[in-house]
């Protein structure tokens, strides 16, 4: 199984709503991703957890939170959303964080902040 | 730092003729190197990779990329392009340093991308 889950497919929210994207992985893999992506864009990093611990934050607004609460979930805690965080959020997972593995995309979940 | 350049935006091939995406990178050390596909609203599917060895890289699909030290390149081909290769293109770099501690190897950096359009 190389799957990588993500829920929900579509979200829309709301400035100053609350809300959370999940991710799901049960290969075993060690090291988890969160990207943003624009239309037409390649994607940009926004965090990397190694081992379940946050190795590596791309800057990103603290209006993104994100959550690691065992090796196979990621969640993306998102509040006070700006119009122009609407994206495509993939997730992705690797063997490890190191090295040659090649990272498994989720197919994303579309995020439209209105 | 590490970077990949994909020159062409846009790439329009027959269907049933040989197709290239092109791709040349800027790495310190060592390159890994991977191409992956996108088809709309999905996320990205892994094609293939170079670590080291044979320069030839087989994949998914058909598929297969060819690693050129002396150019910096690593142009993903296709002998016979079907109508359902057309998607979106991303070559990707990681530099290989089992020396060092430096998270930044984790980051894997990506191309701008390839739109492939295969014409029936």
């Known amino acids: 199984d190389t799957e990588v889950t993500q829920t929900p497919k579509h979200l829309v929210m709301g400035m100053t709503n609350k809300k959370s994207l999940k991710c799901e992985q049960h290969?075993?893999?060690?090291?988890m991703y969160w990207y943003k992506q624009k239309a037409k864009k390649p994607p940009e990093l926004m965090f990397v957890?190694?081992?379940?611990?946050?190795?590596i934050n791309e800057s990103v607004p603290s209006r993104f939170s994100p959550e690691c609460p065992n090796s196979s979930l990621l969640n993306l805690h998102l509040h006070a959303l700006q119009p122009e965080d609407s994206a495509l959020y993939l997730c992705?997972?690797?063997?490890?964080?190191?090295?040659?593995?090649?990272?498994?995309f989720g197919p994303g979940t579309r995020l439209t902040v209105t | 730092a590490q970077s990949v350049a994909q020159p062409e935006d846009q790439v329009n091939v027959a269907e049933g003729n040989p197709l290239t995406v092109k791709c040349t990178y800027s790495?310190?050390?060592?390159?890994?190197l991977f191409w992956y596909v996108q088809y709309p609203n999905r996320g990205l599917q892994f094609l293939l990779k170079?670590?080291?060895?044979?320069?030839l890289v087989k994949g998914s699909y058909g598929f297969e990329a060819e690693f050129n030290k002396s150019q910096t390149s690593f142009h993903l081909k296709k002998p016979s392009a079907l109508v359902s290769d057309s998607a979106l293109y991303f070559c990707?770099?990681?530099?290989?340093?089992?020396?060092?501690?430096?998270?930044?190897?984790?980051?894997?950096?990506f191309g701008t991308g390839t739109r492939l359009t295969i014409i029936p």
């Open positions: 992705a997972s690797s063997q490890d964080p190191q090295g040659s593995y090649e990272q498994y």
């Open positions: 290969m075993g893999h060690r090291a």
């Open positions: 957890y190694s081992y379940e611990k946050l190795s």
């Open positions: 790495v310190s050390g060592n390159p890994y």
């Open positions: 170079y670590i080291t060895g044979d320069n």
């Open positions: 990707a770099v990681r530099v290989h340093d089992v020396l060092s501690m430096d998270f930044g190897n984790e980051k894997l950096t």
